[in-house]
Structures are given as C-alpha cells and as structure tokens.
C-alpha cells in the first residue's frame, strides 16, 4: 500500500473509529454497568468454588 | 511497519485536539490501564484463596481466617474500581456538559481530577494486595 495514501486518508480514519469505539465503551453508563456486573458475578463464581472446595477439604 | 504507521498517527492527532478531547483522551488513558488490572485484580484475588485451599495442615479455623483476610482486602479493591467507572461515566457526562455549554472548564476538571486522583488510590491498594 502506497505510505502516504495510508497516513492521508486511511490511518485518521481508523483512529477516529478506534477512538469513537473506545469512548462509547467506557462513557457509556449502561455498558459501565455491565462491566461491574459481569466482574461482580466472576468473583461471586470464584468465591462459591472456593468455599465449596475449602469445605471438601476439611470433610475428607 | 503498519503498526509503526499507525502509532504515528495516534501521536500525531493526540497533539491536537480541544480541550474536551484532551478530558476524554486522559480519562481513556485511565480505563486503557484500570480495566484489564480490575480483571487482574480479580484473578489476583482467587489465585490467593486457591493458595488457601491448596496448603496443608491448616485448621478450618486458619484457613477461614485467612480467606476473611483476602476477601476484606480484596473488597475494598473492587468497590475503588467500581467506584472508578462510575467517576469515569460521571465525568465524560461534564464534557459532554461543557461540550454543550452547559457547565464550565473548572467542572470539567474537577470530575477528571476526580478520576484521576482515585487512580492514583486504586494503584496504592493493588500494592498492599501484593504484599498479601
């Protein structure tokens, strides 16, 4: 691919939509939401192993 | 070399930009860090309570303990990161506000410097998780 063409036209316009992407992620309040809650219910998941496992630990 | 290329371009329009870009482009920054290290964190924190379960000659009494100990700490590292996104959403709505012309520069600053100092908080307390 010819360098400039790529630095003129086609590399801002991948930046704008790589930057557009990157603020609607993490300005957007309902996605923000999400966010904390997909990692809430990971550590809910990995804590209920644990304790499941700590319990067939010390019963066997 | 596309990569290359490519980075030039990201450093060559982070020069410019309005103030509300260059908010948005610090509070980016942020998230770009923060949110793979609240998943690290997360991961961090089981890989602990693993430990707990994995050693021998514990009692039930220690090991609940020592997983009270982790689970203390590691709370506190999550509600900062939580309370972090919330200041983040809280502060791209004052640009979009000061965007608007619905609120000032110091406004703006104020929900940013916000966010930034809470990092700031939030990299103190995943160091005392180290040290755990």
């Given at each position: 691919m010819d360098v400039f063409r790529f630095l003129t036209e086609i590399a801002p316009d991948l930046f704008k939509l790589g930057e557009a992407l990157f603020k609607l992620f993490s300005g957007n309040a309902e996605l923000a939401k999400q966010n904390i809650r997909s990692r809430v219910a990971e550590v809910e998941a990995n804590r209920a192993e644990v304790d499941r496992l700590l319990a067939e630990k010390h019963a066997g | 070399m596309r990569a290359l290329l490519l980075a030039f371009c990201v450093a060559l329009a982070g020069c410019a930009g309005s103030p509300a870009d260059k908010a948005h482009d610090t509070l980016s920054a942020v998230t770009e860090v923060s949110d793979p290290l609240y998943g690290g964190a997360v991961r961090g924190c089981h890989a602990l309570e693993m430990e707990v379960v994995n050693r021998?000659?514990?009692?039930p009494a220690a090991d609940a303990e020592s997983l009270r100990e982790i689970r203390e700490a590691c709370d506190a590292v999550f509600a900062q990161f939580e309370r972090l996104i919330r200041l983040q959403v809280a502060a791209r709505v004052a640009i979009d506000k000061f965007e608007a012309g619905e609120s000032t520069r110091e406004d703006v600053d104020a929900a940013v410097g916000a966010v930034v100092a809470l990092w700031a908080e939030v990299r103190g307390l995943l160091v005392e998780l180290e040290v755990l």
């Amino acid at each position: 691919m010819d360098v400039f063409r790529f630095l003129t036209e086609i590399a801002p316009d991948l930046f704008k939509l790589g930057e557009a992407l990157f603020k609607l992620f993490s300005g957007n309040a309902e996605l923000a939401k999400q966010n904390i809650r997909s990692r809430v219910a990971e550590v809910e998941a990995n804590r209920a192993e644990v304790d499941r496992l700590l319990a067939e630990k010390h019963a066997g | 070399m596309r990569a290359l290329l490519l980075a030039f371009c990201v450093a060559l329009a982070g020069c410019a930009g309005s103030p509300a870009d260059k908010a948005h482009d610090t509070l980016s920054a942020v998230t770009e860090v923060s949110d793979p290290l609240y998943g690290g964190a997360v991961r961090g924190c089981h890989a602990l309570e693993m430990e707990v379960v994995n050693r021998e000659g514990t009692t039930p009494a220690a090991d609940a303990e020592s997983l009270r100990e982790i689970r203390e700490a590691c709370d506190a590292v999550f509600a900062q990161f939580e309370r972090l996104i919330r200041l983040q959403v809280a502060a791209r709505v004052a640009i979009d506000k000061f965007e608007a012309g619905e609120s000032t520069r110091e406004d703006v600053d104020a929900a940013v410097g916000a966010v930034v100092a809470l990092w700031a908080e939030v990299r103190g307390l995943l160091v005392e998780l180290e040290v755990l």
